[in-house]
């Protein structure tokens, strides 16, 4: 049964095949490969970098490239993904291994990176039928999830070789003013939470609490999970935004995604995952957990969660604008700006009853 549980992709969609003969040529030219035919297919969720898997003979692969109509480069740089990914290589075992980086757009339209496929469950907003999510694994697992994090924090950055990754000097002011700005160049519609949101978080910045690797956009649905024992994390993909910065900037980024179970109706609809079934850390006590397994205490946690769902909103709103624009032909964003006005909204509640769970009670 636990097969049945594997995170498995789907037909292509419709614009955004790959070329199929270039790229089995490039790929046997550099792995060695004989006359084997190359099969595609897609891993279908995410909204950003698109993901396939690529099935070589006997060998199974995963591709990612940039999303089609991606005008923001340094959001989609996959030969920096590449290049963490690889310096994590016997530094961070749960790193998927990567095996080749290819900036020849010829090949399929774009720079891309191929890893090897790590096969696991993926928990989604829809488990896999038949998947005991009991309170006791989902209490586990959500402990294993806050652990993994402070595990990356703890991440020696001079042994993988990633010191120079980015600025972390700054880097709360910079994020703050980065994603406003980024909000003004997508915005597509008057959403007063955002306004508001995007002051508040001005006027209230913390101080630096340090820097270390941080991975940018840590949640359940980028997690590869041992089917056979859950709570046992095999991989944490999608290190397109990483670098190094403030940790607890990390973890409020994390909160945005856990959606609990008391939460406002219309922010528990967004079904982000799982992280409302009985069992889960409630966010405050993932802060606590945090700090207990990290050393570091969240003085300021309304402010860091406020941050987690205003970037996750302009992340989603500049996903929405692509759409508007006629960049995307990917239906699924049809309705994204509903996000935008959840989080927002849900954000200015934080704000006003001082506190980062509980926010559905009044």
């Known amino acids: 049964m636990s097969r049945d549980w594997i995170d498995q992709p789907r037909e ?120 005991a999510l009991t309170p006791e694994v989902m209490r586990r697992l959500s402990e294993s999830f806050i652990d993994n994090l402070a595990t990356i924090h703890a991440v020696d950055c001079g042994a993988a070789g990633l010191g120079e990754l980015g600025r972390p000097e700054g880097y709360v002011g910079r994020q703050v003013e980065g994603w ?30 340090g820097a270390c690797l941080i991975h940018n956009d840590y949640k359940y649905d980028n997690l590869v999970l041992d089917a056979e024992n859950l709570p046992n994390i095999l991989a944490t993909l999608d290190w397109e935004m990483s670098t190094l910065g403030d940790p607890l900037m990390d973890l409020g980024s994390a909160l945005g995604y856990w959606v609990d179970a008391d939460d406002p109706p219309e922010w528990r ?29 969240m003085p300021e946690p309304v402010f860091y969660y406020a941050y987690g769902l205003f970037k996750i909103a302009v992340i989603v709103q500049q996903i929405y604008a692509r759409y508007r624009q006629g960049l995307t032909k990917d239906e699924r964003f049809a309705g994204l700006i509903e996000i935008v006005r959840a989080a927002s909204g849900l954000a200015v509640r934080a704000i006003e009853l001082g506190r980062i769970s509980r926010l559905g009670l009044g």
């Open 180 to 209: 406003a700005k980024r909000y003004l160049n997508a915005r597509t519609d008057d959403i007063a939470a955002m306004e508001k949101l995007a002051a508040w978080l001005d006027r209230r910045r913390p101080g630096e609490a």
């Open 12 to 131: 292509v969609r419709n614009g955004e095949e790959l070329d199929v003969v270039k790229l089995a040529a490039f790929l046997r030219e550099r792995l060695s490969g004989g006359a084997e035919v190359l099969k595609v297919a897609q891993f279908p969720r995410g909204y950003s970098n698109l993901t396939y898997l690529l099935q070589l003979g006997p060998r199974e692969l995963v591709l990612r490239r940039p999303p089609i109509g991606a005008r923001i480069k340094s959001a989609h740089d996959m030969g920096r993904e590449f290049r963490i990914l690889s310096g994590l290589q016997g530094v961070y075992a749960q790193a998927p291994k990567p095996l080749i980086y290819c900036e020849d757009e010829s090949v399929i339209g774009a720079p891309f990176y191929v890893m090897e496929r790590v096969r696991g469950v993926i928990l989604r907003a829809h488990p896999p039928s038949g998947l």
């Open 269 to 297: 609809q967004q079904a982000f995952g799982v992280t409302t079934l009985p069992g889960n850390l409630s966010r405050e006590q993932l802060v606590e957990r945090y700090a207990l397994r990290s050393g570091r205490a």
